[in-house]
């Protein structure tokens, strides 16, 4: 398949026994396994649904293979093809569809890495600046990338869980090389030892484009709305 170069790809893992695909596409580098299938490197799922990615032309759907059983549980290598009315893109997708996958890449990796209590995971994309600020829900606000890193750190030492609400998610390019994401999500937090509580808030944050790809740069949390509907409800 032939793209643009630096156009985000993704792929939908297909179970090879029912034909189905998940609802949601997964991005990662395609390396080739010693039993001849096809895997993928550095994979994780993303908030990017298969259908949204079709319809933007970068859901990958031929130039590898899985394993499909036949007659009795024997296996065979099959080129997966995906459906007749999905074809490779001729001309790029257009930019703002392209900044709108790499953020939300970066969000979701952010969420992960969060709800993972992985350090490491979330300082990869967050903007390592003096001038980056997270703005809690209670007013407080930390400046500085490394003091962000403690604060989320000590965070974690209770209980720390984000759950997005996907349906009202979205994502605006302000200028190029800058863009805004905004969701309400639930937050679940508490102290060690202590009950938790669930919090409804809004998630918003701003994305730079560096050159090592885009960053979280500012992060603001925002109660919602007094009768707005809770994420999950």
């Known amino acids: 398949m032939s793209l643009p170069s630096g156009t985000q790809r993704y792929y939908c893992l297909l179970d090879p026994k029912t034909g189905k695909s998940e609802a949601n596409a997964v991005s990662g580098q395609l390396v080739s396994r010693r039993d001849g299938m096809t ?71 952010f969420i992960a890495g969060q709800n993972a209590h992985d350090r490491a995971a979330v300082s990869d994309v967050l903007l390592n600046s003096n001038d980056f600020v997270w703005t809690q829900h209670n007013g407080n606000s930390v400046w500085g990338y490394q003091q962000a890193m403690d604060a989320f750190e000590k965070s974690w030492e209770g209980i720390w869980k984000l759950d997005p609400q996907l349906n009202e998610l979205r994502i605006a390019e302000v200028s190029p090389g800058v863009a805004v994401l905004i969701t309400p999500l639930l937050f679940t937090g508490g102290a060690p030892a202590k009950s938790p509580s669930a919090v409804p808030v809004r998630w918003g944050g701003v994305f730079v484009k560096t050159e090592s790809g885009w960053r979280i740069s500012s992060i603001f949390i925002t109660p919602l709305e007094s009768g707005h509907t809770r994420p999950g409800s």
Do not use: W
């Not at 930019?95 to 979701?108: C, D, I, N």
């Open 39 to 109: 895997g993928l490197k550095g994979a994780a799922v993303t908030f990017y649904r298969c259908t949204d990615a079709e319809q933007k032309g970068m859901l990958v759907t031929t130039g590898y293979l899985v394993s499909s059983s036949v007659g009795g549980g024997s296996s065979r290598a099959a080129t997966v093809q995906g459906p007749p009315r999905v074809r490779a893109p001729t001309v790029p997708a257009p930019a703002a569809g392209l900044t709108q996958a790499e953020v939300l890449t970066v969000y979701t990796r």
